[in-house]
């Protein structure tokens, strides 16, 4: 079985760019999240979908970034205008329910370098 | 807000040494998981730990969770290269919690 998929997996652009990253869930899993990973602050929870409804977007930094998805083989995370301070590893993560929270499936990341 | 403080933060051992890695946190955790990450992917999980004062094995590796399911710790014995990579605890809060905080991480390197 095909794992989360993420797209692309290295992006080069320049400040005040828009870039869109783009995840794939594991099919049947009902959670999709976002993370970001930096040295500095580790892995950073952004923002959570159960059944392509956000749930908790506490994690996203600032109105420059937004989150979408649109359907439950979909997910898109968005930086416009992007600036240096993004520089990061993004990773998208899917789940199903579990009662003690179970397991988390990663994708490889997208690392994401701003100029 | 949960944090999940590990330490160390980056450890250096020769091959067939143990080694212990910690979480600890102030905040109440309903369960406590272990992922390893190696470079260029995503991390994958170890082990759930969901009882106060359990103890669970995976080969060579030990996790516990703490009687208060505060903190855990990842012993490692006779540790081996392939052990080499980026260990990350993370913890959910309420019974039910879908949402996963992480720490910082260990990053461990087994020398040969």
């Known amino acids: 079985d095909a794992g989360v998929i993420q797209s692309p997996r290295h992006e080069v652009t320049e400040m005040g760019q828009e870039v869109t990253l783009r995840c794939k869930p594991i099919?049947?899993?009902?959670?999709l999240f976002w993370y970001r990973q930096t040295m500095m602050r580790g892995l950073e929870l952004l923002i959570y979908f159960n059944n392509n409804v956000p749930i908790d977007d506490s994690g996203m930094p600032e109105d420059r970034f937004s989150a979408k998805m649109p359907n439950a083989s979909f997910s898109t995370l968005k930086i416009q205008p992007s600036e240096p301070r993004d520089s990061a590893v993004y990773f998208c993560?899917?789940?199903?329910?579990?009662?003690?929270?179970?397991?988390?499936?990663f994708g490889e990341g997208s690392r994401l370098t701003v100029l | 807000t949960q944090l999940l403080e590990q330490s160390p933060q980056f450890l250096s051992i020769q091959e067939g040494e143990n080694l212990t890695v910690y979480c600890n946190s102030s905040?109440?955790?309903?369960?406590l998981q272990w992922y390893r990450q190696e470079p260029g992917e995503g991390p994958v999980l170890l082990v759930t730990?969901?009882?106060?004062?359990e103890v669970k094995k995976l080969k060579r590796l030990t996790f516990q969770f703490g009687d208060a399911r505060k903190d855990s710790s990842l012993h490692i014995t006779a540790a081996q290269p392939g052990d080499t990579g980026l260990y990350l605890c993370a913890g959910a809060g309420a019974m039910g919690a879908q949402k996963l905080v992480f720490g910082q991480g260990t990053r461990l390197t087994i020398n040969p």
């Open positions: 099919s049947g899993h009902d959670y």
């Open positions: 993560a899917s789940k199903r329910y579990g009662v003690n929270t179970g397991e988390l499936f």
């Open positions: 905040s109440v955790f309903s369960s």
């Open positions: 730990v969901v009882t106060g004062g």
